[in-house]
């Protein structure tokens, strides 16, 4: 499909997160055909709860408005308090003004619709940053 980004990490997990199921489901499908290993959570709280019970994650891709309770902001400064060096990729489709200013430092925002290998892209970019 595409070819596998330079900072691959076969071990450690991706969390993608993600409140539209359909959407998680051709995302993850996409990453894990890239060879990625990828956790999906389809809620906030099911994002933090997986956090807990990770020894290790090599990054975090989340929307940010994920209905009621805590968006994707709140999962990823949560995240970067376990793993501070975790690569951060945020996605929406209405919150990218909102970035800049409640976004974790060296994240990237990719809108709504995406291609898969946008993600990735934005992945080993990330990865790179938090990897210097």
Do not use: W
Not at 19 to 34: G, M, N, P
Not at 99 to 122: D, L, M, N, T
């Amino acid at each position: 499909m595409f070819p596998k980004p330079t900072t691959f990490v076969d071990d450690d997990p991706i969390l993608f997160v993600d409140d539209d199921a359909l959407c998680s489901l051709d995302t993850c499908t996409a990453l894990r055909e890239l060879g990625y290993n990828v956790l999906c959570a389809h809620t906030a709280q099911g994002a933090l709860d997986t956090l807990g019970g990770q020894r290790a994650l090599t990054a975090l891709v989340t929307d940010i408005d994920l209905g009621e309770g805590p968006d994707g902001f709140e999962v990823a400064r949560t995240a970067r308090e376990a793993y501070p060096h975790l690569a951060v990729v945020f996605i929406s489709g209405t919150a990218a003004a909102r970035h800049a200013a409640e976004g974790v430092c060296r994240s990237e925002f990719i809108s709504k619709p995406y291609e898969p290998q946008q993600i990735a892209e934005a992945l080993d970019r990330t990865m790179k940053l938090e990897a210097a």
